[in-house]
């Protein structure tokens, strides 16, 4: 057995989330079935972060063994040959059995994209979230700083979350406007389900002058979930990178659209 790793993007709007399930098609049952085609047997897939219905990635990291020997332009443009338009595979390369896509990650970074205007755009449909309300990106950045570091993010964590505990090391965080656009991007060592979202939805409450701007510390601090804003929509957040040890010599991620600049 071989273990390969691969870096990957998707549109999430048609996608029931990451995991395979029962209830409709997945990104995992997706790509799993194209690389088993390349594969001639069954291939099963590890990624570096679950991502929840209508969520995007630019940059996914997966890994998986086999035992069939295939070049890397195989696993590659074998594999999207057979992916409908919406899922890619960016590139390939051989890791020994030491590498793990989730556990070897040493840090991911998302961004969450929101298109502030009170006109709807047909081309940001699905790929954004639209927010009517007019938002103060540097009162949301300001904000956002009182999430740096370790802490207990439960106010910030879904309902349902199942880890085991509510403590994650956030390492940046920014909040900027580009014309019509906001985007929260945000590194941390791992999330909680959820987290972006819900620090989103407070930060945009924020921005729109609803709450203070040290609300951000104060839920911090409450970890009272029920106290802080909405979960925000899924559709404006995006996996754009995963970092892990120099050691295993993974690709970049592909520049990020033009969107995000």
Same mark, same amino acid.
């Given at each position: &057995? ?18 395979? $399930?029962?209830?409709? +098609?997945?990104? $995992? ?110 009162? &949301? ?25 509510? &403590? ?7 909040? !900027? ?17 959820? &987290? ?15 709450? +203070? ?24 957040? !995006?996996?754009?990178?995963?970092? !892990?040890? $120099? ?9 990020? +659209?033009?969107?995000?600049?």
């Amino acid at each position: &057995m071989s273990r390969t790793v691969l870096g990957i993007s998707y549109t999430g709007t048609a996608f029931h989330g990451w995991q395979a $399930q029962r209830q409709g +098609p997945t990104v $995992q049952q997706t790509l799993e079935a194209a690389l088993s085609k390349i594969a001639a047997h069954d291939v099963r897939v590890i990624c570096a972060g679950r991502t929840d219905t209508g969520v995007h990635a630019t940059h996914q990291i997966v890994h998986f063994d086999s035992p069939a020997i295939r070049p890397e332009k195989a696993w590659v443009l074998g594999t999207n040959a057979h992916l409908p338009e919406t899922v890619a595979v960016s590139w390939s390369r051989p890791v020994d059995d030491s590498f793990s896509a989730r556990f070897s990650a040493t840090a991911r970074r998302y961004i969450y994209a929101i298109h502030n205007t009170t006109v709807r755009s047909a081309l940001a449909a699905g790929l954004f979230t639209r927010e009517r309300r007019p938002l103060d990106a540097d009162a &949301m950045h300001t904000a956002a700083q009182a999430l740096v570091g370790e802490h207990d993010f439960s106010a910030y964590r879904a309902s349902k979350c199942q880890s085991r505990t509510p &403590m994650r090391n956030i390492h940046e965080v920014a909040v !900027y406007r580009r014309n019509d656009m906001v985007f929260i991007n945000i590194a941390a060592n791992a999330f909680l389900h959820h &987290m972006v979202r819900n620090i989103a939805g407070v930060l945009m409450d924020i921005g729109a002058g609803e709450r +203070p701007v040290n609300w951000s510390a104060a839920l911090l601090a409450g970890r009272d979930r029920t106290a802080a804003a909405m979960t925000a929509a899924p559709h404006g957040l !995006y996996l754009v990178n995963v970092d !892990y040890p $120099q050691v295993y010599g993974l690709p970049a991620g592909p520049t990020l +659209p033009y969107f995000f600049n």
